[in-house]
């Protein structure tokens, strides 16, 4: 009987050790945030009391922390502007990032700006394998052009679009991103041309 009973604790200890000692299970690298996802996040960090470094503004404290800021285009819905300080050198550089969220015709948009100096910078937060990519003209505010690029990356039931570029007059750099299940045809390009009016 005590033959057993040591043979049973052997047995229950080896397991646990066994279970203790497993690799745990690879984790997919996390997707990056849409703007419903972020704005729930901050939800949530509010309900429970975490710092969270975006804060809502309005659009005209948009404009007033970013010159050449953009405006939500016309027939935006759910538009909502939001901020987040950063630690600017003397020179205001990098200034805060700025950003807007809306949804144009079904589909939801995260645009960002922010006072980056003479270096451009990709603000979007949209880190994938992109599919294609290509270089476009995109109209400043004044009119004239500024290059910009454009990314596509399609996975499975998911298209991603991404356009981004820097007004190298003004110091600014921009971001426009879009997530949704099919973008086939779909220019990215238009509705960044629209945000400058």
């Known amino acids: 009987m005590k033959k057993r009973l040591c043979m049973l604790l052997t047995i229950a200890m080896l397991l646990s050790l066994c279970a203790c000692a497993q690799a745990p299970a690879e984790q997919k690298p996390a997707e ?74 079904g589909l939801p948009f995260t645009a960002r700006e922010q006072i980056t100096g003479e270096e451009e910078a990709d603000l979007s937060g949209l880190y994938y394998d992109w599919t294609a990519q290509r270089e476009e003209k995109l109209k400043n505010a004044e009119g004239g052009e500024m290059t910009a690029q454009v990314f596509r990356h399609v996975g499975e039931g998911e298209y991603v679009d991404l356009c981004t570029w820097h007004d190298i007059e003004a ?27």
């Open 32 to 105: 990056p945030e849409t703007a419903e996802e972020s704005a729930a996040a901050t939800e949530e960090a509010e309900r429970i009391g975490l710092a969270n470094p975006w804060r809502d503004i309005t659009e005209d404290e948009a404009r007033e922390l970013c010159i050449k800021s953009f405006s939500a285009p016309a027939g935006a819905e759910n538009v909502r502007w939001s901020a987040m300080d950063a630690a600017a050198d003397e020179s205001g550089v990098p200034g805060a990032l700025v950003q807007l969220s809306f949804d144009l015709e």
């Open 171 to 197: 110091g600014v750099s921009y971001s426009l991103g879009v997530i949704a299940e099919d973008l086939d045809g779909f220019d990215l390009l238009a509705v960044a041309g629209s945000l400058f009016g």
